[in-house]
């Protein structure tokens, strides 16, 4: 007769396993609404969320995928402050490019104003392939700031990002290790390239979104997530 304690560690273990993993063999990042995180994709479709721009997104396998760009998903509900961004995603190839959109001003209504007037969050770990220096690798304010380390994964791995807005300064941590933590007023390098961001003060609170850069730079996105900063 099999003793049932004999065999509770390893049931635990597997319990454990499956709680990680979903059965796709993808990290399962969806099991943290009860640490505060709300939702802004829910799986299945884009409610609450607008196109802009050239190209399109649509869920696939439940994924945020897209076609042809440049253009934006932006989240129409509200704006952002006083808040993380966590945002899950995976680059189609060994190296892809997009970007995550924040403190765009006003709601947008084609593609370049949030790239001239909003920072992008960017995602490429392989800037120089476009003649592009650090300052345009993932988790940098895209040509802002230099990135305090350098911990994108390449396609087709999951990476996590997580963009603090607290009040004036933005604090973005990719895969866990700090990338950018920027305070408006702080000095950045003049433009190199007309498709870069105006300098200037961006608002404390303003819409976010997601880029398809192109055909040629699919990124997948499994969760998009918010939670409010809790002031000590």
Known sequence: MIKPNRFKPLHFFLLAFLWMFDFSGQPNFGQDQDKGWRQLFNGKDLTGWKQVGPGEHYVEDGLIASHGGMGLLYWTKEKFSNCTIKVVYKMQKFNSNSGVFIRIPIEPREAWMPVFYGYEVQIDNHPETSNEDEYHITGTLYSLTKPLAKP?????????????????????????????????????????????????????????????????????????????????
């Open 152 to 232: 994108g994964k390449p396609g087709p791995e999951w990476n996590t990002m997580e963009i603090t807005l607290d009040g004036p300064r933005t604090i973005v941590y990719v895969n866990g290790e700090k990338v950018t933590d920027y305070k408006e007023g702080d000095p950045v390098p003049e433009r190199k390239f007309d498709f870069e961001p105006f300098r200037g003060p961006r608002p404390n609170s303003g819409y976010m979104g997601l880029q398809n850069h192109g055909d040629d730079d699919i990124v997948y996105f499994k969760e998009v997530a918010v939670k409010p900063l809790h002031k000590k």
